[in-house]
């Protein structure tokens, strides 16, 4: 009996530290504020999916300003953007491709 209420007792404390759990997970994520990179626009290729970025420094991989090619995570972007604008992106390793998954004209 003691054993039974034991075990009911630790699905219960499972059960209220769950909210508590995703509080906690949830806090981190919030703190990354989405830091963006600055870049130029210098080539849109739609039919690849692909655009060249000038970029400046990449903390999260290490990067120091350069210029090279990137996925567009959604076709849309490419069309959002033009070679010779100026933008503020976010870029995340997706399938071992450097994908930039957001991106906004610098103001
Ligand atoms: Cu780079």
């Given at each position: 009996m003691t054993r039974r209420m034991m075990?009911?007792?630790?699905v219960i404390f499972s059960i209220a530290d769950a909210p508590m759990l995703a509080i906690?997970?949830?806090q981190p994520a919030q703190a990354q504020a989405p830091q963006l990179i600055n870049g130029e626009v210098t080539k849109i290729d739609a039919e690849a999916g692909k655009l060249t970025i000038k970029h400046g420094p990449i903390k999260k991989?290490?990067?120091?300003?350069?210029t090279m090619v990137f996925?567009?995570?959604?076709?849309?972007?490419?069309?959002?953007?033009?070679?010779g604008d100026k933008v503020r992106f976010d870029l995340e390793k997706i399938q071992g491709q450097f994908t930039v998954t957001k991106i906004e004209k610098a103001k």
């Open positions: 075990m009911i007792a630790a906690a997970q949830s991989f290490d990067m120091d300003g350069m996925r567009a995570q959604d076709p849309a972007m490419l069309k959002a953007v033009k070679a």
